[in-house]
């Protein structure tokens, strides 16, 4: 025997059929709060990797790069190029201070610092007088830099593979490669590439 399945429908009186709850006020404020949450956690995230790996902002501590740089400026480093780029003579990069640092220059330790790459890998360098010579060439310093070069002469120096030497645009009174050596790669976190403060010096460095 088999049920017979009837093809009529029941009707509903809507008056007795459930309402629909709306969301209380504490509902919706504890989903906006949810909401907002995430928003932050993905907004701190993006900035953290922003940081670590695209560019980060550095505070100007001492007169060593007057007067392209002065004391209170804010530069903007890329990082990326120097993780996905060329390092060239001539540019401003930022990199960790060699251990050396206090010692050879009986100065205060400091995490990071800020010089111009004189010397790529394999250069010949040396000065005469305030006159830097590159591969038997003189050195076109064609920024802006205060001499005389100081009391520090650039020794004759072959720059090692996978390092760089560093000068101060403020030659007389920077404590740079003349003073603790060259800087390996691996130490550089990137290139100096926008004056972000003051705003009246705003622009490409």
């Given at each position: 025997?088999?049920d017979d ?7 509903i009186?809507?008056?007795?059929a459930?309402?629909a709850t709306a969301?209380?006020t ?6 906006q709060?949810g909401?907002w949450?995430?928003i932050?956690?993905?907004a701190?995230?993006?900035a953290f990797?922003?940081?670590a790996?695209?560019a ?6 001492s007169?060593s790069?007057n007067?392209?740089?002065i004391?209170?400026d804010?530069?903007l480093?890329s990082?990326l ?7 060239h003579?001539?540019d401003?990069?930022?990199?960790r ?7 050879a220059?009986?100065?205060?330790p ?6 111009r790459?004189i010397g ?8 005469q007088?305030n006159t830097i010579?590159v591969?038997?060439h003189v050195?076109?310093?064609s920024?802006a ?10 020794t004759?120096t ?10 101060g645009?403020n030659?007389?009174i920077?404590?740079?490669s ?25 622009g490409?460095?």
């Open positions: 025997m088999t399945v009837s093809g009529a429908t029941t009707s009186d809507p008056a007795s459930p309402a969301p209380t504490a509902s919706r404020r504890r989903r709060i909401e949450s995430a932050l956690v993905v701190l995230l993006l990797l922003f940081r790996y695209v980060q902002t550095f505070y100007i501590p007169d790069m007067p392209n740089l004391v209170g804010r530069i480093v990082k190029s120097v993780e996905f780029g060329t390092i003579r001539g401003i990069v930022v990199f201070a060699p251990s050396n640092l206090v010692d220059c009986g100065t205060t400091e995490t990071y610092l800020v010089k790459v790529l890998p394999g250069d010949h360098l040396y000065s007088g010579y591969n038997g050195l076109d310093q920024w830099h205060i001499e005389p070069l100081g009391s520090r002469a650039i004759p072959v720059v090692p593979q996978n390092r760089y030497f560093m000068l645009d030659e007389p920077s404590c740079d003349r003073y603790w050596g060259t800087v390996p790669r691996s130490a550089i976190t990137g290139k100096a590439v926008f004056l972000i403060w003051p705003l009246n010096r705003l490409f460095l």
